[in-house]
């Protein structure tokens, strides 16, 4: 892990001694295992919480969490986007008029107004998810976003035709599932555990009272760890980290 800027150090320091940055770093961990919004962390992390941007080193903390490898998908992958409004939150220099109470788009359905999130997610809750980007996914965004973590596998989508592009050009099976026309399961393929994971991360991004679109990518790898250490004691976690 990176080190602190020397300012950073000498606001974080310990007084009784210790490692500043091992302290700091299990509070941050621990608040990932354990989401709070940022007011809520204060609290958490008592004394040494006060005297530092909370803000600052959540996202210190999920850009490393971003660095570390992304799992190899393998069997059935479901593919599926969910979208987000585009958001500047936080930003000082809008280039857009501001919006109140969240607001919505200027134009109805899927349009550039709307960022596009990515969640593919094998029946061993291996799972990717990634910001493609404005409006509907493109075969070059796929590429981007799932070329190499495919192994062995049959890749299950609903009709976007993006994936059958995608598909071709790494030689990966297909198997079309068409929601408009009914068709929501074919056998053993669905898309129930990557509708699912949509649905608890919103659930679960909502009492952030939405995020910007600059900082959701770090929110989605959060979540993403969250989601598979749900039912892991913070006691593994804690000595997993002091192990690292």
Aim: some cysteine; glycine content about 8%; hydrophobic content about 35%.
């Amino acid at each position: 892990m990176r080190e602190l800027p020397e300012d950073l150090q000498r606001r974080t320091r310990i007084p009784n001694g210790g490692d500043p940055l091992q302290h700091e770093c299990l509070v941050e961990v621990r608040l990932v295992h354990e989401p709070r919004d940022v007011h809520q962390t204060l609290s958490a992390g008592g004394r040494y919480q006060r005297s530092r941007p909370a803000f600052y080193w959540r996202h210190k903390i999920l850009t490393e969490l971003r660095q570390l490898p992304k799992p190899t998908l393998t069997g059935i992958v479901e593919a599926d986007e969910t979208f987000f409004l585009y958001s500047q939150k936080g930003s000082r220099h809008l280039t857009r008029a501001a919006r109140y109470s969240g607001g919505k788009a200027a134009l109805r359905g899927i349009s550039h107004y709307q960022v596009c999130v990515l969640v593919a997610r094998d029946r061993q809750e291996g799972t990717v998810s990634e910001v493609t980007g404005f409006g509907h996914v493109a075969a070059k965004q796929l590429q981007g976003a799932l070329n190499g973590y495919l192994q062995n596998c049959i890749l299950c989508i609903d009709a976007a035709s993006a994936y059958g592009a995608f598909t071709r050009a790494n030689n990966i099976p297909l198997q079309i599932l068409n929601a408009r026309r009914g068709v929501h399961k074919h056998g053993i393929y669905h898309l129930n555990n990557v509708n699912a994971y949509h649905s608890r991360l919103k659930q679960w991004l909502r009492p952030f009272n939405g995020v910007s679109t600059k900082y959701l990518p770090n929110y989605l790898v959060w979540f993403q760890r969250y989601d598979s250490m749900r039912n892991v004691p913070w006691s593994v976690v804690a000595n997993g980290f002091l192990d690292c």
